[in-house]
């Protein structure tokens, strides 16, 4: 359950603006980070309040609302990894089973009949509730291992859509990568998943489907880094295809 408590001025007074990736008016209070609330916030709320009961820790702890009715969540310290995905191939292994590990998590959540999603791009289909922007730029390596931050885009999606958009960014599939290369990356990600044989030959096409799903005319753009990626993807599936079958 989501702790009703409301966390004002008496924590602390002093917001640090957080720097990189972090959505506008995301701020570090103390212990806590704050964000603007929107429709979809109780949702995330409750989705990360199961997360947390079924022992993932994986993702930040909800902490209510603050006195402005900003949503409160654990602050984790860390680092986040470099947008062009620069993780060494035992990383993408670990990277591809946290995934995994939170899907699993995720399985037993029921949404509250009320619940909105902040729904940015239209999913193949809906067989969980996904992050839907699993990236390096929202990975923290902390000192309790791999936690996702930025939840606003949760929402429901499936697997392999999940897989393809994560698998792209974290394993930096780029142009001035060798085909070769990129494709061990892959397989390591996808190894480290547990990916089953018959969603092996499926994923492939799904890199690019997911990628052009980001150059939909209805589908919002969130920044030139997303735009960019699925540019490099679009062009490179069918190389990647070539060179690494996913065994």
Do not use: K
């Not at 212990?31 to 993932?56: C, I, Q, Y």
């Not at 986040?80 to 060494?88: K, N």
């Not at 697997?159 to 930096?172: D, F, I, K, N, P």
């Not at 799904?206 to 735009?227: C, D, H, N, Q, S």
């Amino acid at each position: 359950m989501v702790r009703s408590h409301r966390i004002g001025a008496m924590d602390s007074d002093v917001e640090q603006p957080l720097d990189g990736h972090a959505t506008e008016g995301v701020v570090r209070v103390g212990d806590t980070v704050r964000r603007p609330s929107g429709p979809w916030t109780d949702a995330v709320d409750a989705l990360l309040a199961h997360l947390e009961t079924v022992g993932f820790a994986g993702a930040p702890r909800p902490l209510g609302r603050d006195d402005r009715n900003r949503q409160v969540l654990e602050y984790v310290p860390g680092e986040v990894g470099d947008h062009t995905g620069t993780y060494t191939v035992p990383e993408l292994r670990e990277i591809g089973a946290f995934l995994a590990d939170f899907h699993r998590a995720v399985e037993g959540f029921q949404p509250p009949r009320s619940s909105v999603w902040n729904r940015v791009i239209e999913p193949d289909r809906e067989d969980l509730i996904c992050h839907h922007d699993a990236a390096p730029w929202n990975l923290v390596r902390s000192p309790r291992g791999w936690v996702l931050i930025d939840w606003d885009v949760a929402a429901p999606g499936s697997r392999l859509w999940e897989v393809a958009y994560a698998a792209q960014s974290m394993a930096g599939l780029r142009p001035d990568r060798p085909p070769a290369v990129a494709a061990e990356r892959l397989a390591a990600f996808v190894d480290g998943y547990g990916l089953d044989a018959g969603n092996r030959e499926l994923l492939v096409p799904m890199l690019g489907r997911r990628a052009r799903a980001m150059y939909e005319p209805t589908a919002p753009r969130r920044g030139t880094r997303r735009t960019s990626l699925g540019a490099d993807l679009g062009r490179r599936r069918t190389v990647l295809g070539r060179h690494h079958r996913l065994p």
